[in-house]
């Protein structure tokens, strides 16, 4: 079983950056692919980004390449989103998500992913 705790979200203005983090337990961390995903009001969960067991791949979606960065710290147990030049379309709930895989394929979709966190808010205000 694996928990997973975000934080570093918050409520900025456009153009603002937040990093968020996420924290998992367990002692295999560093063969799971990790994500994020992320819900707006209204609107269906959809995929932002995430990076394969070793760290080598990543994937974004189009909205936010060039803007949200992915990385992890397999000594910590620890996946983080650097996220720049935030805009108000980002704002929506963040979530963590961890998948027990090997495969240097990055995982996009959300029933690919067995463990999420309870989320982190981001609001970004115009």
């Known amino acids: 079983q694996v928990q997973l705790v975000e934080s570093g979200g918050g409520s900025v203005q456009a153009g603002a950056s937040l990093r968020l983090s996420c924290a998992a337990s367990?002692?295999?961390?560093?063969?799971?692919?990790m994500g994020w995903f992320r819900q707006a009001p209204g609107k269906e969960r959809e995929f932002v980004s995430a990076i394969n067991w070793i760290g080598g791949r990543t994937s974004y979606t189009d909205s936010v390449k060039g803007r949200f960065t992915i990385s992890r710290d397999n000594a910590k147990n620890t996946v983080y989103l650097q996220m720049n030049s935030l805009k108000p379309e980002d704002t929506a709930v963040y979530y963590c998500?961890?998948?027990?895989?090997?495969?240097?394929?990055?995982?996009?979709?959300?029933?690919?992913?067995?463990?999420w966190g309870q989320g982190t808010q981001v609001t970004v205000s115009s």
């Open positions: 367990g002692r295999t961390f560093s063969t799971y692919a």
């Open positions: 998500v961890a998948e027990p895989t090997r495969r240097a394929v990055v995982p996009t979709m959300p029933n690919e992913y067995d463990y």
